[in-house]
Nanobody
Framework: QVQLVESGGGLVQPGGSLLLSCAAS????????MSWARQAPGKGLEWVST???????YSTDSVKGRFTISRDNAKNTVYLQMNSLKPEDAAVYYC??????????????RGQGTQVTVSS
């Protein structure tokens, strides 16, 4: 069955960096778009970034220039490099198989999430 396992979250100071990883299995990873979304306490799920099978990428405006989504099809892994982190980036970050692609939080499958805390 489909499995998505995120890792790499943690506590970081404002301005710091983190690299999130999502190991995927149970489907044809190389053919699937992959997304990252996040959920802050008391808020809904927010779409962050999507990468398609052709390696084209899309990101929400608030993270452009700071976050980079990438994929390694040989490792069935999608990454989110997060730089210049801000307190408002703090959330649980989820790896998704998107149902409709970029700009949407509808998903076919979702991982368990990894916590990102940005605090001094």
């Amino acid at each position: 069955q489909v499995q998505l396992v995120e890792s790499g979250g943690g506590l970081v100071q404002p301005g710091g960096s983190l690299l999130l990883s999502c190991a995927a299995s149970g489907f044809t990873f190389s053919a699937s778009p992959m997304s990252w979304a996040r959920q802050a306490p008391g808020k809904g799920l927010e779409w962050v970034s999507t990468i398609y099978s052709d390696f084209s990428t899309y990101s929400t405006d608030s993270v452009k220039g700071r976050f980079t989504i990438s994929r390694d099809n040989a490792k069935n892994t999608v990454y989110l490099q997060m730089n210049s982190l801000k307190p408002e980036d703090a959330a649980v970050y989820y790896c998704l198989i998107p149902r409709y692609g970029a700009y949407s939080t509808d998903f076919e499958a979702r991982g368990q999430g990894t916590q990102v805390t940005v605090s001094s």
